[in-house]
T-cell receptor, first 110, second 121 residues
Framework: SQQGEEDPQALSIQEGENATMNCSYK?????LQWYRQNSGRGLVHLIL?????REKHSGRLRVTLDTSKKSSSLLITASRAADTASYFC??????????FGTGTRLLVSP | GAVVSQHPSRVICKSGTSVKIECRSL??????MFWYRQFPKKSLMLMAT?????????EQGVEKDKFLINHASLTLSTLTVTSAHPEDSSFYIC?????????????????FGPGTRLTVL
């Protein structure tokens, strides 16, 4: 399977704390994307980082990419209860398919 | 914008019946759409790639006679689960690919629908 793995599988923190999720993948990529999914809902695109980029920011999100280690991390700073969701990384080995990681379930308690 | 809709959002059917799920790109044309399946607390698994005007490409292990895909126009793809059984119960999500160029910048993104919850009794 090409599916990547995310770690941790589940993360429980308090509001205001930072949340870090890691993603490892198996094949070479053109880009890596992070998505959020609220329970029973569709996916919301958060951020895309290209293979020639090492770090990218968007609001409270910070994504890093290390292609030599085939890994990426997503940092959510100053988390809020509304950030409670599942987070998935997805890699694009080519310009067609997306291969999703196993996901991290984040719970942010007030 | 890039909005993708799915209909229905939720369907309950009896075993043996067929169910059709629609995926529409509302404000852009999508030559390629994708169908995913998601089990509870699991990740999305790609089932098939749907190309407008041609046959869908199925991932290994996905029965093409079971999951019929039709991409009849640039804004609509349908997934029909034929002779559904309880093990077909799942969350089905589609996405539509928006690609092109803007000046020297090329883009290629997938936009996801809200999903369809299928329950087969």
């Amino acid at each position: 399977s090409q599916q990547g793995e995310e770690d941790p599988q589940a993360l429980s923190i308090q509001e205001g704390e930072n949340a870090t999720m890691n993603c490892s993948y198996k094949t070479s990529i053109n880009n890596l994307q992070w998505y959020r999914q609220n329970s029973g809902r569709g996916l919301v695109h958060l951020i895309l980082i290209r293979s020639n980029e090492r770090e990218k920011h968007s609001g409270r999100l910070r994504v890093t990419l290390d292609t030599s280690k085939k890994s990426s991390s997503l940092l959510i700073t100053a988390s809020r209860a509304a950030d409670t969701a599942s987070y998935f990384c997805a890699t694009a080995p080519d310009f067609q398919k997306l291969v999703f990681g196993t996901g991290t379930r984040l719970l942010v308690s007030p | 914008g890039a909005v993708v809709s799915q209909h229905p959002s939720r369907v309950i059917c009896k075993s043996g019946t067929s169910v059709k799920i629609e995926c529409r790109s509302l404000d852009f044309q999508a030559t390629t759409m994708f169908w995913y399946r998601q089990f509870p607390k699991k990740s999305l698994m790609l089932m098939a790639t749907s190309n407008e005007g041609s046959k869908a490409t199925y991932e290994q292990g996905v029965e093409k006679d079971k999951f019929l895909i039709n991409h009849a126009s640039l804004t609509l793809s349908t997934l029909t689960v034929t002779s559904a059984h309880p093990e077909d119960s799942s969350f089905y999500i589609c996405s539509a690919r928006k690609a092109g160029t803007s000046g020297s910048y090329s883009y290629n993104e997938q936009f996801f629908g809200p999903g369809t919850r299928l329950t087969v009794l």
